[in-house]
């Protein structure tokens, strides 16, 4: 027994470790025969503007801490922006509301871009450390600070960090979102269970694999220093797109424009583009575009 009485895990019944199982699990894979336009793999590009938030989310205010993610917004979004642009090529911006309310500029640039705004928190908070009605009304306040700011109401969110609590997926649900891209369970879309049941609600799943963060974070005063040269993450995402494009299936990335929209390392995005464009098969589209695609796939499947 734990100090509170509550049993160990490995003295749970099968009904208790059954049941954290089952609370958000992978139902239906939701892929088409070919993607629109008869596109052989689709692509969605994202890019996580935490921007100021990380540091603030933990309570670091200092001005030193605060200028790594004010590059991210002054320098890193405008380059990324430009780059989207050359290419011709749409991405989703997961924002964090205190970011978006920090940068309205940035915002109205990435619909100017033609690119979509989607949720990601209210101040990057961890939501495995709050109540359920702290995380609704986060999130829900979220949803309305980046409709008021950028005109167009959210469907999606990638929750902060990738957290997801034991109430994310029934808030995702109550708010009326359309899909999640913070779990894990395939490369490719699928349906949320909740309980064994069906929700409806589309999941386009995230890696670490293909995020710039684990290769290239640093921390001071920790052991964390970045262990990937910039370069090989071309060979990794490369890799994982050519395996895509030979399934049929989805390639997604997730990106920090803080993190990759440095000189030494933007160049990475850059090749990645080129590699990708060299094919004639590819439908580049938001994660909105993906997440309606993957709907309407399940209403021609539900009961
Ligand atoms: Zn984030």
Known sequence: MTEQGAPEPWQWDEPTWRGHVDRVRAGQRLVPESWPGG????????????????PLRDGETRPGKLAQGEYGSRVAAPKILALLAEYGVPASFFMPAVSALLHPDEVESYVAGGHELAVHGWIHERNMLLSRNDEL??????????????????VGIRTPSWDFSDHTLEIIAQLGLRYDSSLMADDDPYELLADGRRTGIVELPVEWIRDDAPYLMMERYGGLRPYTPPRR?????????DAAHREGGLFQLTLHPHIIGHRSRLVVLRDLLTHISAHSDVWFATHAEIAALAAAQLEETRP
Do not use: N, Q, Y
């Open 39 to 54: 596109a052989r793999v689709a692509v969605a590009l994202s890019f996580d503007s935490d921007h100021e938030t990380i």
């Open 233 to 241: 993450l071309f060979e990794i995402w490369r890799d994982e797109f």
């Open 137 to 154: 009304d986060l999130t829900g306040r979220a949803i309305e600070t980046l409709e008021r700011l950028s005109g167009v109401r959210p």
